[in-house]
């Protein structure tokens, strides 16, 4: 067994002992720890790009403090995930689901508006990309942009974010924890 697959294996058993609603993304954890020594605001509004099933919004709600959490996600060509995304959502006066893509979505919002953008859609290089350019004006200053999955099964989405980060000189800012990257603005 190759490294990869050890860790895939270690994954997937940690998801089975330890439920997710006490499984911690490191992005959102650094976010707790912000708000922790009032560095952020305990009513922020976050915004996930990717919704999928709302299992991450959930484990959001459930270690910070958001006054909105709002997921976008267009569901094209899923619309049994969507229902379920929709009812889990329902639950929970703070969460908004946006049914559209990223491109379309970031047109409601005003720049400097948002506190954090948490980016887990479109894996591919490009889209990712155009995600971190679209949504970085739309975070206040002091806020946080980052994303998931920034390990080495995502080569697209590391490639993304260091260009991006290289080509907008802020490689000093750039962190990264486990599986998430962030830039706090």
């Not at 969460?95 to 948490?118: C, E, G, H, P, W």
């Amino acid at each position: 067994m190759n490294e990869l697959e050890l860790r895939n294996k270690i994954g997937k058993l940690i998801k089975e002992i330890i439920p997710i609603k006490y499984q911690i993304r490191p992005m959102t954890s650094h976010v707790k720890k912000l708000q922790t020594i009032g560095e952020l605001s305990k009513d922020i509004t976050f915004v996930e790009i990717g919704a999928d099933v709302c299992k991450n919004a959930q484990n959001i709600i459930q270690h910070i403090d958001v006054k909105k959490l709002i997921l976008i996600d267009p569901y094209i060509d899923d619309e049994e995930r969507y229902k379920l995304a929709k009812n889990n959502a329902n639950f929970f006066s703070c969460m908004t689901l946006i049914r559209q893509t990223s491109k379309d979505a970031v047109k409601s919002f005003q720049d400097n508006s948002v506190d954090v953008v948490y980016i887990d859609g479109n894996h591919k290089y490009d889209y990712v990309k155009e995600d971190i350019s679209l949504w970085f004006p739309k975070v206040k200053k002091d806020g946080i942009i980052g994303g998931h999955d920034f390990r080495g099964h995502a080569l697209d989405v590391i490639l993304a974010v260091t260009d991006y980060v290289n080509e907008n000189n802020l490689r000093h800012k750039l962190q990264s924890g486990g599986v998430d990257w962030w830039i706090r603005k």
